[in-house]
């Protein structure tokens, strides 16, 4: 079953209003040419992004996001996410703080298409009691011990960037795979983007590379460097230039858009 | 202080923190050699990653750069993931030190917001995994790089991490404890009922009075004469300069790094790199 398809079908995809997440993690491994593609739609999105980086920022800037849940955003090295500020500081973006482990344990809660799980994160820590927070402190039917319940996070639409994919929709990504596999079976639809397409991953795969089924994978698209400045290994380091040039600009909303399009176009730089 | 910057001293001191068979994990620059100052000469058991990433477990010791993966999964044993990250967490299997942004007298931290979190004055990164660690590793060590009255406040704006004291007696939790604080003025600890910050030695050329000046709360009076940290030693500024960061990236951490530092290390690390890099094959 063939399943590449355009990166612009990819974005059209997706429904207003459905709940979006994007692999990767910090200035890793971002699908930046698919979020800029989604960006540029001006459709609003509500995001679950675990560890957020110029994805969240590039779509905050660009005004198209409902809601956010995350356990992380930042620009690593590069400092504080800019859009991600201003969003929070001055706009009263709609948010959902977890941690790392709770938002794991959310995903996992979907993957296993169960309404919740236990975690024993939670007690001191004050984002158990902000307003609006989706955690609840409960004892265990089983034991009695105190443990806190976390919704299960079910995208609808996942996007990744992976190194390679085949036509029918296996997906390798070497290096660090992030929470891309949890994610994709968490998932309803999930898109990637490869920096090459070839007829059938085969051979061996080693023990430092991760893989996702055809069964997860909804549709694929040729797109080299679709990362933008992120880092991909071993082929894309980050680029620290890019990435700093990014960060000078992306409050300038022109700046922004002729930069998505040109990501969106399968320009990095 | 001659001989040494406040850098090398800093990681002099971190790396007496990484012991037993534990993933050395780092949230700032110093920690991350410290680290591997630690697998060098104290604590071969330790287990490295490649600058972070989770597709290589059990590296070598290699010199620091901005990209490390490309300098050291070359060296890595095996391959591993982000559950298996947590799983080692939730078994204590962690030795971590963070940077956080606010610390306050009972230890408790923060990185996620200043002001009130639902109208931030300055929205940061989120709680990360902070909550996470104090509920199941043994302890935790803080990194501050600049120790100042905005870093070292009288009481957190959001608790990511739980200090001592009162909440974490009633809560029942004896995990996650903040053991130490590193400064570049000294090294400090919490008293265990919450009583406050005590100083446990200061770096040669601080008084008790500069570190007084820079803390934003009262500091727990001193017993007696405050020892000067011990410097760092020739072995360890051998390993620092020549093996672990030739390149000089802890210098992102010093008070007040040079302008343009980032773009000089990103040209020069490309000399450090094993993995070949450049564009899909």
């Given at each position: 079953m063939?399943?590449?398809?355009p990166?612009?079908?990819?974005?059209?995809?997706?429904?207003?209003?459905?709940l979006?997440?994007?692999?990767?993690?910090?200035?890793?491994?971002?699908p930046?040419?698919?979020?800029a593609?989604?960006?540029?739609?001006?459709?609003?999105?509500?995001?679950?992004?675990?560890?957020g980086?110029?994805?969240?920022?590039?779509?905050?800037?660009?005004?198209?996001?409902?809601?956010?849940?995350?356990?992380?955003?930042?620009?690593?090295?590069?400092?504080?996410?800019?859009?991600?500020?201003?969003?929070?500081?001055?706009?009263?973006?709609?948010?959902?703080?977890?941690?790392?482990?709770?938002?794991?344990?959310g995903?996992?809660?979907?993957?296993?298409?169960?309404?919740?799980?236990p975690?024993?994160?939670?007690p001191?820590?004050?984002?158990?009691?902000?307003?609006g927070?989706p955690?609840?402190?409960?004892?265990?039917?089983?034991?009695?011990?105190?443990?806190?319940?976390?919704?299960a996070i079910?995208?609808?639409?996942?996007?990744?960037?992976?190194?390679?994919?085949?036509?029918?929709?296996?997906?390798?990504?070497?290096?660090?795979?992030?929470?891309?596999?949890?994610l994709?079976?968490?998932?309803?639809?999930?898109?990637?983007?490869?920096?090459?397409?070839?007829?059938?991953?085969?051979g061996?795969?080693?023990?430092?590379?991760?893989?996702?089924?055809?069964?997860w994978?909804?549709?694929?698209?040729?797109?080299?460097?679709?990362?933008?400045?992120t880092?991909?290994?071993?082929?894309?380091?980050?680029?620290?230039?890019?990435a700093?040039?990014?960060v000078?600009?992306c409050?300038?909303?022109?700046?922004?858009?002729?930069?998505?399009?040109?990501?969106?176009q399968?320009?990095?730089? | 202080?001659?001989?040494?910057?406040?850098?090398?001293?800093v990681?002099?001191?971190?790396?007496?923190?990484?012991?037993?068979?534990?993933?050395?994990?780092?949230?700032t620059?110093?920690?991350?050699?410290?680290?591997?100052?630690?697998?060098?000469?104290?604590?071969?058991?330790?287990?490295?990653?490649?600058?972070?990433?989770?597709?290589g477990?059990?590296?070598?010791?290699?010199?620091?750069?901005?990209?490390?993966?490309?300098?050291?999964?070359?060296?890595a044993?095996r391959?591993?993931?982000?559950?298996?990250?947590f799983?080692?967490?939730?078994?204590?299997?962690?030795?971590?030190?963070?940077?956080?942004?606010?610390?306050?007298?009972t230890g408790?931290?923060?990185?996620?917001?200043?002001?009130?979190?639902?109208?931030?004055?300055?929205a940061?990164?989120?709680?990360?995994g902070i909550?996470?660690?104090?509920?199941?590793?043994?302890?935790?060590?803080?990194?501050?790089?600049?120790?100042?009255p905005?870093?070292?406040?009288?009481?957190?704006?959001?608790r990511?991490?739980?200090?001592?004291?009162?909440?974490?007696?009633?809560l029942?939790?004896?995990?996650?404890?903040p053991?130490?604080?590193?400064?570049?003025?000294?090294v400090?600890?919490?008293?265990?009922?919450?009583?406050?910050?005590?100083?446990?030695s200061?770096?040669?050329?601080?008084s008790?009075?500069?570190?007084?000046?820079?803390?934003?709360?009262?500091l727990?009076?001193?017993?007696?004469?405050?020892?000067?940290?011990?410097?760092?030693?020739?072995?360890?500024?051998?390993?620092?300069?020549?093996?672990?960061?030739?390149?000089?990236?802890?210098?992102l951490?010093?008070?007040?790094?040079?302008?343009?530092?980032?773009?000089?290390?990103?040209e020069?690390?490309?000399?450090?790199?094993?993995?070949?890099?450049?564009?899909?094959?």
């Open positions: 063939d399943k590449v398809v990166l612009g079908e990819m974005a059209s995809a997706v429904e207003p209003r459905s979006v997440s994007f692999g990767g993690g910090g200035m890793v491994r971002k930046m040419a698919a979020v593609a989604l960006a540029l739609r001006e459709t609003p999105v509500r995001l679950a992004v675990f560890l980086g110029p994805d969240v920022d590039l779509m905050l800037g660009a005004g198209v996001v409902e809601q956010l849940q995350f356990a992380y955003i930042g620009l690593d090295a590069l400092g504080l996410s800019p859009n991600f500020r201003r969003a929070r500081e001055s706009e009263g973006l709609p948010v959902v703080e977890w941690t790392e482990a709770m938002f794991i344990a995903v996992e809660a979907a993957t296993r298409r169960v309404p919740f799980m975690t024993v994160s939670g001191g820590a004050d984002l158990m009691d902000v307003p927070t955690f609840r402190r409960f004892n265990c039917p089983l034991t009695g011990e105190e443990l806190t319940a976390v919704p079910r995208p609808d639409v996942l996007f990744l960037h992976a190194n390679e994919a085949d036509r029918e929709g296996n997906v390798r990504i070497t290096g660090d795979g992030f929470l891309d596999p949890q994709a079976r968490a998932a309803s639809t999930v898109f990637v983007t490869a920096d090459r397409i070839v007829d059938r991953i085969g061996s795969v080693s023990e430092h590379e991760t893989t996702i089924s055809r069964l994978v909804s549709g694929v698209a040729e797109v080299p460097r679709g990362c933008g400045f880092a991909s290994f071993p082929d894309w380091p980050l680029d620290y230039a890019a700093a040039d990014y000078s600009h409050r300038d909303r022109e700046w922004l858009r002729d930069h998505a399009g040109a990501l969106a399968g320009v990095t730089r | 202080m001659t001989g040494f910057t406040v850098e090398e001293q990681i002099s001191v971190l790396a007496q923190i990484y012991r037993g068979e534990v993933i050395a994990a780092a949230a620059v110093s920690a991350d050699i410290a680290a591997r100052l630690a697998k060098a000469l104290y604590a071969p058991e330790i287990v490295l990653m490649a600058g972070g990433s989770m597709a477990y059990d590296c070598a010791p290699t010199a620091k750069g901005l990209n490390d993966e490309w300098i050291s999964s070359t060296g044993v391959g591993s993931d982000w559950i298996e990250a799983d080692l967490i939730s078994a204590g299997k962690y030795a971590i030190c963070m940077g956080p942004v606010q610390v306050d007298r408790s931290c923060n990185i996620s917001v200043l002001g009130d979190w639902q109208h931030p004055k300055v940061m990164i989120g709680s990360r909550p996470d660690d104090m509920v199941r590793l043994s302890e935790m060590t803080f990194h501050v790089r600049k120790h100042n905005r870093a070292l406040v009288e009481q957190v704006d959001f990511c991490g739980l200090g001592f004291g009162p909440d974490r007696d009633r029942g939790l004896t995990m996650g404890v053991r130490m604080l590193v400064t570049d003025l000294g400090f600890d919490f008293d265990r009922d919450g009583a406050g910050m005590r100083v446990r200061l770096h040669p050329g601080v008790f009075d500069d570190v007084a000046k820079a803390t934003g709360f009262e727990l009076p001193p017993q007696g004469t405050i020892p000067v940290t011990p410097p760092p030693s020739e072995e360890e500024l051998y390993w620092i300069r020549e093996r672990l960061d030739p390149l000089g990236v802890r210098r951490d010093s008070p007040k790094p040079p302008p343009g530092l980032i773009a000089e290390l990103a020069r690390e490309r000399s450090l790199w094993t993995t070949p890099a450049g564009g899909a094959r």
